[in-house]
Every structure is written in structure tokens, then in C-alpha cells.
Nanobody, 124 residues
């Protein structure tokens, strides 16, 4: 299995930026599609973004499209989420996840491995 550790969260003012990182260890990183999800207090976990094994294909939730960018560095076994123009509604615990699936998937059930999350708080 693969172990995932997120970092880079914090407190930022609306309009600011953060870059989240997720370091993977344990298995061959390129065997996995990677995704970012988030969960705000009192709400269900929701899809944010996903990237395929090579990094050539990405998908985003409509709520973050144009503001967030997912990328991966397979040499460093790391996936990133660059978050710009942050809004208070982006406040959540952000999770990194790994999936064995080749195809595009937005569903948390398709991701077998999860990190513990990193908190992002956006003040107005």
C-alpha cells in the first residue's frame, strides 16, 4: 500500500494563495491516480481535483476551476495543489488520496488510500 502525508495548509486571507503538498511512500507512485478532496465542518467530503498517473490529464470541481491547479512530480513522489484566489468557502480539511483506477474518477470510494489531511482556513 501507499502512505500519504499532506502539508502546506494554514490560515490565509481571502484572495490569498496556498500550495498543498502530498508526499507518497511505500509503493511505486506512478501506479496511482491522485486526487484532492476536502471536508468542511458539518458537510460531506467533496471532490476537488484529480490527476492521472503521468500528470497529463487533470479534472477539477466547478467550484475551484480556474483558481486551483493540481500537478505531480513523479521523481519526488509528490502531488501538489496550488490554490489561488482563495475564498472563505474554501475553508476545509484537505485530503490527498490515491486510486488504482486508470480512468477519471471524482468519487471518494474509488480512492483506496488517504492521508490524514491538512487544514486550510480562509478568513474574510
Amino acid at each position: 500500500q501507499v502512505q500519504l502525508v499532506e502539508s502546506g495548509g494554514g490560515l490565509v486571507q481571502a484572495g490569498g494563495s496556498l500550495r498543498l503538498s502530498c508526499a507518497a511512500s511505500g509503493r511505486t507512485f506512478t501506479n496511482y491516480r491522485m486526487g484532492w478532496f476536502r471536508q468542511a465542518p458539518g458537510r460531506e467530503r467533496e471532490f476537488v481535483s484529480t490527476i492521472n498517473r503521468s500528470g497529463a490529464s487533470t479534472d477539477y470541481a466547478d467550484s475551484v476551476k480556474g483558481r486551483f491547479t493540481i500537478s505531480r512530480d513523479n521523481a519526488k513522489n509528490t502531488v501538489y495543489l496550488q490554490m489561488n484566489s482563495l475564498k472563505p468557502e474554501d475553508t476545509a480539511l484537505y485530503y490527498c488520496a490515491a486510486s488504482h483506477r486508470y480512468g477519471r474518477t471524482l468519487y471518494s470510494e474509488d480512492y483506496a488510500y488517504w492521508g490524514r489531511g491538512t487544514q486550510v482556513t480562509v478568513s474574510s
